[in-house]
C-alpha cells in the first residue's frame, strides 16, 4: 500500500504515486493523440474559405457600417448582421465545445503533481 503524499522520481518530474497508479490503470493516452487530430481540423475549419475566420471579419465589415458609420465593405442582401452573428457564436460555441471534452483527460495527468 502506497503511503500517503508517497511521490517517485520520472524522467519528467516527481510525481504523486497514488495518482501515477490511478493513471496507470485508466489513462488511455491515445486521447492526447486524439485532441491533436481534433485541433488540427478545428484549426482547418476556422481557416477555410468561409470558415470563422472569414466570418469574423465580414461579422466586423458589417458591424464596423452598422455602428460607426463606415461605408460598406461587405456586401449586403446575402445575410443580416444578427444571423451571421448567430453563426459565429455558433462556430465558437462548437469549438468551445471540442475543448471543454479534453478538459477531463487533461485534469488526470495535472493530478500527478505532488501534493506537498
Known amino acids: 500500500m502506497n503511503k500517503p503524499n508517497e511521490t517517485a522520481e520520472t524522467p519528467y518530474g516527481r510525481l504523486d504515486v497514488a495518482a501515477l497508479n490511478a493513471a496507470q490503470d485508466s489513462f488511455d493516452t491515445s486521447k492526447l493523440l486524439q485532441m491533436v487530430d481534433e485541433l488540427d481540423a478545428v484549426l482547418v475549419a476556422t481557416r477555410k474559405e468561409d470558415g470563422l475566420r472569414d466570418m469574423l471579419l465580414r461579422l466586423h465589415g458589417m458591424a464596423h457600417t452598422v455602428i460607426n458609420g463606415a461605408a460598406l465593405s461587405v456586401p449586403a442582401n446575402e445575410e443580416t448582421l444578427p444571423e451571421l452573428a448567430f453563426d459565429v457564436a455558433s462556430e465558437v460555441l462548437e469549438i468551445i465545445s471540442t475543448l ?10 495535472e493530478r500527478l503533481a505532488t501534493r506537498n
Open 100 to 109: 471543454r471534452r479534453w478538459q477531463p483527460h487533461l485534469e488526470v495527468l
